[in-house]
Nanobody, 125 residues
Framework: QVQLVESGGGLVQAGGSLRLSCTASGRTFSINAMGWFRQAPGKEREFVTTISWNNGITYYADSVKGRFTISKDNAKNTVYLQMNSLKPEDTAVYYC??????????????????WGQGTQVTVSS
């Protein structure tokens, strides 16, 4: 199993920045990719970004390209989400997730095996 603990959410004004962290423990040697997803009230959970654990290949949703950056520190088993130029529409609960078995650089949502508890990000206008 893999346990994921997120931190770094909060309230920020539009145009501001936040950095989320997600630290993994357990079978971290099995991780193929780590992703960030978000879910706004009344909406489905949506993909934000993902990073391949071994070679760092990244993918981003169009809505966050150029504003958000995913990075990782393998030694700390931690993935980060730097969010800049935040907009009110970025308001959501953000979840990190670990994919162990898909072998894909861009796993779909249902391929992720473990999820964090979520952290609230609120962007005021």
């Amino acid at each position: 199993q893999v346990q994921l603990v997120e931190s770094g959410g909060g309230l920020v004004q539009a145009g501001g920045s936040l950095r989320l962290s997600c630290t993994a423990s357990g079978r971290t040697f099995s991780i193929n990719a780590m992703g960030w997803f978000r879910q706004a009230p009344g909406k489905e959970r949506e993909f934000v970004t993902t990073i391949s654990w071994n070679n760092g290949i990244t993918y981003y949703a169009d809505s966050v390209k150029g504003r958000f950056t995913i990075s990782k520190d393998n030694a700390k088993n931690t993935v980060y989400l730097q969010m800049n130029s935040l907009k009110p529409e970025d308001t959501a609960v953000y979840y990190c997730a670990a994919d162990l078995y898909s072998g894909s650089y861009y796993p779909p949502l249902d391929e992720y095996d473990y999820w964090g508890q979520g952290t609230q990000v609120t962007v005021s206008s």
